[in-house]
């Protein structure tokens, strides 16, 4: 069996973005191939999750602060420059759109079609034709049309989307994966500086997963063995990643 990543948040704000960042990759799967009815749910949760909180005030702050922990790493040795150089720009544009954009998602409220499906989706097998004809109407249109108009329904996300995208992906690099061992079935951990992200990587061959829990400065790694549903008693060998 292959290898799998395992990510815990620390804090209510990086939850915020996994899920966001979850939701990203959902879209751009629907993007990618033909999946039917089900490319509305990644794009229906986004409109709720921007609808009870606007993000954007926290990522423009975010992307404020890794801008400045990015020029730092100018002068530290050993940094590729040119990749830093790359990040900022990224930020920095990813900064502009977001401050120009109007609130992630708001245009969709005003669309019919979008409307109708929206407040059908969230009961049990309401995607029958007889519930929704307009969506087994959409349905028959060539893949290339409806691919097109998804497009354009997930570009109105693409300014809160980005800066998340790539602040994960920095938050994940601050660290390198390092070998750790869970004896009996746990492990535990401790931080001088604030983490906000615990990683896991371990081999599916082992038959377990890890149930992570922790805070800024403390998190305890229980793995769980999946036939038996219950704590394991093995020493278990993983890689471990605590991002700040």
């Not at 990510?7 to 899920?19: A, D, G, H, I, V």
């Not at 409806?146 to 989307?161: A, M, N």
Request: charged share 20%; proline share 4%; net charge positive.
């Amino acid at each position: 069996m292959n290898e799998l990543i395992y990510e815990q948040p620390l804090n209510e704000k990086t939850r915020s973005y996994l899920r966001l960042e979850y939701l990203a990759n959902q879209l751009q799967s629907n993007l990618d191939q033909d999946h039917q009815h089900r490319c509305f749910y990644p794009l229906f949760s986004l409109c709720d999750l921007t609808e009870r909180c606007d993000y954007r005030g926290e990522i423009i702050k975010d992307i404020d602060k890794q801008l400045i922990t990015l020029k730092n790493w100018k002068s530290l040795p050993h940094i590729d420059e040119l990749q830093v150089i790359s990040y900022v720009a990224q930020l920095q544009d990813a900064r502009k759109c977001l401050l120009d954009c109007s609130r992630p998602g708001q245009a969709l409220k005003q669309d019919r079609f979008l409307s109708a499906l929206r407040q059908r989706f969230g009961m049990p097998g309401a995607c029958c034709n007889f519930d929704l004809p307009q969506l087994h109407y959409w349905l028959a249109k060539p893949w290339e049309i409806r691919q097109q108009q998804y497009k354009t329904w997930i570009t109105h996300f693409t300014c809160l989307l980005t800066p998340i995208t790539l602040l994960l992906e920095l938050t994940r690099k601050t660290t390198d994966y390092n070998p750790a061992t869970a004896v009996a079935g746990f492990y535990q951990g401790n931080s001088n500086q604030a983490l906000s992200l615990i990683r896991v990587r371990l081999d599916a061959s082992q038959g377990c997963y890890p149930t992570i829990s922790g805070n800024r400065n403390r998190y305890a790694i229980h793995f769980v063995l999946f036939d038996q549903q219950k704590h394991s008693d093995k020493t278990i060998d993983f890689m471990l990643a605590t991002c700040g």
